[in-house]
């Protein structure tokens, strides 16, 4: 409602620029969005090879994709106080600098720094998850906000498919630690474009430096203070503990078989690390055309429908994982399909039972963040599990069991909802 309001708002030369198709913000936001999940799933094909250099066990080595998750969990609020403080332009710009900042530290010898620098890395890019959205909803006409959406999604899956599908090649030449910090060139670009759009502003005469009130108006409805009554009753309603369940499951699913998923095709194939990479990259690549899906659907038929289709896809996924693993090219594109369209799904169902655009954020708010902290544990519990157990098989039937989880609250929660 507030972005839709804040589409047609504005004075001067303010209000001649939003008419247009803003380009070169949808561009930066997109090239932006490469840097958003890239970083933590670039260490997922030299996973191995760190554990390996740096004596660490499976559990220890998965803290580095453990680690950005529960910053999403965690700081959240600082994001709407830096939003809040700098505006939404100087926020997606100080979300770049510091995923670049963490790629530095990330690079500096010893596994500390490595953590220091995916923890920093996490920060920027709760900024980021925080900020798009709103300056999505502030700068795109109306009718393009869920085309752009989808774009942006697709985008933050792409950057994981490029830095999945070769990290592990580009490290076979330079060796890990300088394959991770390669990847610095995305953010720079991302720098770099957002920094001309800051400066075309500055040209134009828009101030760039806060945030108006329209903006504050978005961005508190996006991540708000909300008095206790009304979190009282949001947190008195069934479904948003089933959406929190359905998002928890889906979280924890996707980050353990992210985290892990080059090191169980090289063990079920025999490839090496690189051609383990490339086969794990369809995950995050077939996830590019997954937020597109359910739209398309649901604007047809009951939200139901794409439910249980996003639902059947998870279990196809993790069931036959675990089943009939030499089909594992077919799992993994049902697997792609089914994370990047579940939170499509689950968000939809969000929207359409909320009565407010600040009870959708309360419910935003609970949902994720009981979420993340699960997603972060899932990749230690997997590794100690494999450590464990000396194979995969256990680990898998522990994501068999969160998709079921996935699925029973997923059709439970859809089922309150009224289309």
Same mark, same amino acid.
């Given at each position: 409602?507030?972005?839709?309001?804040?589409?047609?708002?504005?004075?001067?030369?303010?209000?001649?620029?939003?008419?247009?198709?803003?380009?070169?913000?949808?561009?930066?936001?997109?090239?932006?969005?490469?840097?958003?999940?890239?970083?933590?799933?670039?260490?997922?094909?030299?996973?191995?090879?760190?554990?390996?250099?740096?004596?660490?066990?499976?559990?220890?080595?998965?803290?580095?994709?453990?680690?950005?998750?529960?910053?999403?969990?965690?700081?959240?609020?600082?994001?709407?106080?830096?939003?809040?403080?700098?505006?939404?332009?100087?926020?997606?710009?100080? /979300?770049?600098?510091?995923?670049?900042?963490?790629?530095?530290?990330?690079? #500096?010898?010893?596994?500390?720094?490595?953590?220091?620098?995916?923890?920093?890395?996490?920060?920027?890019?709760?900024?980021?998850?925080?900020?798009?959205?709103?300056?999505?909803?502030?700068?795109?006409?109306?009718?393009?906000?869920?085309?752009?959406?989808?774009?942006?999604?697709?985008?933050?899956?792409?950057?994981?498919?490029?830095?999945?599908?070769?990290?592990?090649?580009?490290?076979?030449?330079?060796?890990?630690?300088?394959?991770?910090?390669?990847?610095?060139?995305? %953010?720079?670009?991302?720098?770099?474009?957002?920094?001309?759009?800051?400066?075309?502003?500055?040209?134009?005469?828009?101030?760039?430096?806060?945030?108006?009130?329209?903006? #504050?108006?978005?961005?508190?409805? %996006?991540?708000?203070?909300?008095?206790?009554?009304?979190?009282?009753?949001?947190?008195?309603?069934?479904?948003?503990?089933? $959406?929190?369940?359905?998002?928890? /499951?889906?979280?924890?699913?996707?980050?353990?078989?992210?985290?892990?998923?080059?090191?169980?095709?090289?063990?079920?194939?025999?490839?090496?690390?690189?051609?383990?990479?490339?086969?794990?990259?369809?995950?995050?690549?077939?996830?590019?055309?997954?937020?597109?899906?359910?739209?398309?659907?649901?604007?047809?038929?009951?939200?139901?429908?794409?439910?249980? $289709?996003?639902?059947? /896809?998870?279990?196809?996924?993790?069931?036959?994982?675990?089943?009939?693993?030499?089909?594992?090219? $077919?799992?993994?594109?049902?697997?792609?399909?089914?994370?990047?369209?579940?939170?499509?799904?689950?968000?939809?169902?969000?929207?359409?039972?909320?009565?407010?655009?600040?009870?959708?954020? %309360?419910?935003?708010?609970?949902?994720?963040?009981?979420?993340?902290?699960?997603?972060?544990?899932?990749?230690?519990?997997?590794?100690?599990?494999?450590?464990?157990?000396?194979?995969?098989?256990?680990?898998?039937?522990?994501?068999?069991?969160?998709?079921?989880?996935?699925?029973? /609250?997923? #059709?439970?929660?859809?089922?309150?909802?009224?289309?």
């Amino acid at each position: 409602m507030a972005a839709r309001a804040a589409a047609g708002v504005g004075v001067g030369r303010v209000t001649t620029a939003r008419r247009a198709f803003p380009w070169l913000v949808v561009a930066g936001v997109l090239v932006a969005a490469l840097s958003l999940r890239a970083p933590i799933l670039a260490v997922t094909p030299v996973l191995r090879d760190i554990a390996r250099d740096h004596a660490l066990d499976a559990a220890t080595v998965s803290l580095l994709t453990t680690l950005p998750v529960l910053m999403f969990a965690a700081f959240t609020p600082l994001a709407a106080l830096v939003i809040r403080r700098a505006g939404l332009e100087l926020a997606l710009l100080s /979300c770049l600098v510091a995923v670049a900042a963490g790629t530095l530290i990330r690079a #500096l010898p010893g596994y500390g720094w490595m953590l220091v620098g995916m923890a920093v890395i996490g920060v920027g890019i709760t900024v980021g998850n925080v900020v798009v959205p709103v300056i999505i909803g502030r700068d795109v006409p109306p009718h393009a906000v869920s085309t752009v959406t989808a774009a942006y999604t697709a985008a933050l899956n792409a950057g994981s498919l490029v830095t999945t599908l070769t990290t592990a090649a580009i490290a076979e030449v330079t060796g890990w630690p300088l394959a991770l910090l390669l990847w610095i060139s995305l %953010t720079v670009l991302g720098l770099a474009l957002w920094g001309l759009h800051l400066w075309r502003r500055h040209a134009a005469g828009v101030r760039a430096a806060g945030p108006s009130a329209v903006e #504050l108006e978005i961005t508190t409805a %996006t991540v708000p203070v909300i008095p206790a009554e009304q979190s009282r009753r949001v947190l008195r309603q069934p479904i948003v503990w089933l $959406l929190l369940a359905t998002f928890a /499951c889906q979280t924890a699913a996707y980050y353990g078989m992210s985290t892990w998923l080059p090191a169980i095709l090289g063990d079920l194939t025999g490839a090496d690390a690189a051609a383990a990479g490339a086969l794990a990259s369809l995950f995050q690549g077939v996830a590019i055309i997954g937020p597109f899906i359910v739209p398309a659907l649901a604007r047809r038929l009951p939200l139901v429908v794409p439910a249980m $289709l996003i639902a059947a /896809c998870w279990l196809a996924f993790a069931g036959g994982m675990l089943l009939a693993p030499q089909l594992f090219v $077919l799992w993994v594109v049902f697997g792609g399909i089914a994370h990047a369209g579940g939170f499509v799904v689950i968000f939809t169902a969000m929207v359409d039972v909320s009565r407010s655009p600040t009870e959708t954020a %309360t419910m935003s708010a609970v949902v994720q963040g009981g979420a993340y902290v699960a997603g972060a544990a899932s990749a230690p519990v997997i590794g100690l599990l494999h450590d464990a157990t000396g194979g995969w098989a256990v680990p898998q039937a522990a994501i068999v069991a969160l998709t079921v989880g996935f699925a029973v /609250c997923l #059709l439970a929660a859809v089922a309150r909802v009224r289309r």
